[in-house]
């Protein structure tokens, strides 16, 4: 008789090999009734799911690149009872490959869906913070992390993964998926464009494509109080950004406290016009103050992108309705980029790791130098030294997926509009220089802009909790996803309905239909 698949969860089962690498270790343990909620959120593309008693076989492999003084984990969960012969591998955030707990709550849901799936921490840890791996020493970068993060760790998780498929099942599986947002979502493009027969299927939210450029603009707004030196209190930012939102928010016909063209709000609303006026400070315990002239102009620079000094664009904005502090309980605590830290003695500016590690350690590899008193020339050049030493490791901006579709790749990509980390005008961009190469992009990528939803999750939206099970039916079935079904949430905690439509077409309201919050009443048309 065959052995169980529980018994069979044990390290002889499994005869793992990949190129370029050594296994230091390999463990299997047998997890049981193993429970977890996970919340919509955190899925990206999938709804919110209990997984309940669940079994499944937990490998994990510790391994190195010989010579390159590496040392990667990635963690594979086999399902024992319901594994539904499919592979799902789930990608990571900020500075982190995976292994943490957003990865985590992916993995549940796969599990919870019947997928067998993996994480990789790609030798780097679970922290938002790099110093413990950037540098070899002072001056020196450690460059085989770095590449670590940027790709390898992707090519040799998935190797390894459906190696301990086959090993486990007896089979390999019938269909592979990537499902990842942010840095997951830069993942998901590595993928397509460096290693474009592993997945079949990618879901690549938000992606912080362009690293190059992107990170040292979410520095960029703090470069802008630098040089004020001046730093707003947060209610004056949150205060332009609810103007902005009450000007722009009709533009699409439909009164719903969520701006959906923000191109056109970003042409027309001026953030100066708002200077002067009284706003109610949290920050100053309730008193009131008057947005100041420096508070626009940094909301313009971080809506208008990032300018080298003497003025060649080198990135785009978040656009305006985007969280600017991070203060919205809807932002989850992920913090605003321009963000500042008040007291009664004032404010000062509040750095994410992810734009000033990157500048002092990758690109100056000096850990001591100061980046809140970089002259622009300073900084400007730093953001060209990055883009010549690390376009190629890290960037994703490779436009060429004739591989990815000749291989039958299906991609999908979401963007929030009020992503306040990453701009969707990257993605945008990235999209259309796709099209300039493969014209008939919507055969095998499709791009959906999501209103009002933040970074990844949170905002004034659902999550786009269609999309995986769309992309599944595109790629198992070869039905494209024409529309998919969201809920935004309106000021007073109501719901309703919305459709995302693949750019470059747009959700538009049937004035006639009468009814916003209702599905019927929306269509997706040219814009
Ligand atoms: C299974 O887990 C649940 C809660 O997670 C617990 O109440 C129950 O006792 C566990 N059952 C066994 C057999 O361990
Ligand atoms: C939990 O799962 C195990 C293994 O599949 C099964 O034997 C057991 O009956 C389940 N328990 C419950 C409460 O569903
Ligand atoms: C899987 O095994 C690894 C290594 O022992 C452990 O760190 C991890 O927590 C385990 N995961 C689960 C879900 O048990
Ligand atoms: C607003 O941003 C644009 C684009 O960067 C810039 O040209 C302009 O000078 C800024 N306006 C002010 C008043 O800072
Ligand atoms: C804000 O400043 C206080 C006092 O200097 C400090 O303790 C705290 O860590 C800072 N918070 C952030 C988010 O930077
Ligand atoms: C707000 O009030 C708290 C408690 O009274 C006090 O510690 C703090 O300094 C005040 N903050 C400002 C900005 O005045
Ligand atoms: C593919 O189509 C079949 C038949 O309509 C359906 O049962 C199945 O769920 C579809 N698969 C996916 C992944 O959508
Ligand atoms: C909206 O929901 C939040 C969180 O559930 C709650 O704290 C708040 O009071 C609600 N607001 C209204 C107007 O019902």
């Not at 990170?215 to 950004?241: K, R, S």
């Not at 321009?338 to 690109?363: E, K, M, P, R």
């Not at 690390?390 to 992503?419: C, M, N, Q, W």
């Amino acid at each position: 008789m065959a052995i169980s698949l529980a018994e069979a969860c044990r390290p002889a089962t499994f005869s793992p090999s990949v190129f370029g690498a050594e296994i230091l270790k390999l463990e299997a343990d047998l997890v049981t009734n193993y429970s977890a909620s996970v919340p919509e959120a955190f899925r990206y593309t999938a709804p919110a799911v209990e997984l309940q008693n669940a079994t499944f076989c937990n490998v994990t492999i510790s391994y190195t690149h010989p010579g390159q003084d590496d040392n990667i984990v990635v963690e594979a969960w086999l399902p024992v009872d319901n594994w539904n012969g499919r592979f799902q591998a789930v990608g990571g955030g900020g500075w982190v490959a995976g292994r943490f707990f957003l990865s985590y709550n992916a993995m549940n849901g796969a599990l919870a869906d019947g997928f067998a799936t993996i994480t990789t921490n790609a030798g780097i840890g679970d922290a938002q913070d790099s110093s413990p791996w950037a540098l070899i020493s002072p001056g020196n970068v450690n460059l085989y992390n770095l590449q670590n993060l940027a790709s390898v760790s992707l090519e040799d998780e998935a190797v390894f993964g459906k190696t301990l498929i086959k090993n486990f099942y007896g089979r390999d599986p019938e269909y592979s998926y990537w499902n990842g947002c942010s840095q997951g979502g830069r993942q998901g493009l590595m993928l397509a464009q460096r290693y474009p027969t592993i997945y079949d299927g990618i879901a690549a939210g938000a992606p912080a494509t362009q690293w190059t450029e992107l990170v040292p603009y979410i520095q960029w707004p703090q470069q802008i109080m630098n040089e004020l030196d001046y730093y707003p209190y947060g209610c004056e930012l949150d205060a332009i950004t609810a103007a902005a939102v009450s000007a722009c928010d009709g533009l699409d016909g439909v009164t719903d406290g969520i701006i959906a063209r923000t191109d056109e709000c970003v042409a027309t609303f001026d953030p100066f016009s708002v200077v002067g006026t009284s706003v109610k400070c949290p920050q100053l315990n309730g008193t009131e103050v008057q947005i100041s002239r420096e508070a626009a102009v940094v909301v313009n620079a971080t809506w208008q992108g990032m300018l080298f000094s003497h003025g060649r664009q080198t990135f785009h904005g978040i656009a305006p309705g985007a969280d600017l502090t991070g203060n919205s309980p809807r932002s989850f605590g992920q913090p605003g980029i321009a963000a500042t830290n008040c007291t009664a003695g004032g404010c000062v500016g509040s750095a994410s790791t992810l734009g000033s590690q990157w500048l002092q350690l990758f690109i100056a590899k000096n850990p001591n130098l100061d980046v809140t008193s970089l002259e622009r020339h300073e900084f400007d050049n730093l953001v060209r030294l990055g883009g010549q030493q690390y376009r190629s490791i890290v960037s994703t901006a490779d436009p060429d997926l004739t591989e990815f579709r000749d291989a039958g790749g299906k991609i999908i990509t979401f963007h929030g509009l009020a992503d306040n980390i990453i701009p969707p005008k990257a993605t945008e961009n990235y999209y259309n220089a796709v099209a300039e190469i493969l014209p008939n992009i919507q055969d095998f990528y499709r791009y959906f802009e999501a209103p009002g939803l933040g970074h990844c999750f949170g905002g004034s939206s659902g999550q786009p909790n269609q999309l995986f099970s769309q992309l599944r039916a595109w790629v198992e079935n070869g039905t494209a996803p024409e529309r998919s079904n969201i809920k935004v949430n309106l000021p007073e905690n109501k719901t309703q309905d919305r459709i995302l439509c693949p750019y470059p077409e747009q959700a538009e309201f049937d004035t006639q239909c009468g009814d916003a919050g209702s599905e019927k009443c929306w269509s997706c048309v040219a814009r």
